[in-house]
């Protein structure tokens, strides 16, 4: 399926603002100590932990564990759609 990323976008900063607001400010929170994100479809994202957690969608971005599966990364990122 083909996303409209204007629409995708404006949805998430809308809509969506409140999960995206969490996500900056987290994600704020982790490259302080150091994490570096990754891109993946429209939203960014950071591998942290241990594995077998899962993730955790926060707008447009979203936090996976060190597995980075990508059932997982399918999965968190069609909560942002």
């Known amino acids: 399926m ?3 990323k204007p629409l995708y976008y404006i949805l998430n900063l809308t809509w969506g603002l409140p999960l995206t607001l969490i996500g900056i400010i987290v994600s704020l929170f982790l490259l302080l100590i150091g994490e570096k994100p990754k891109r993946y479809g429209g939203c960014w994202y950071f591998s942290i932990g241990r594995t077998n957690w899962g993730g955790f969608e926060m707008g447009l971005f ?3 564990d060190k597995s980075e599966s990508s059932y997982i990364k ?5 909560h942002s759609i």
């Open 74 to 78: 399918n999965h968190e990122y069609g």
């Open 62 to 64: 979203f936090l996976s």
């Open 2 to 4: 083909k996303i409209n």
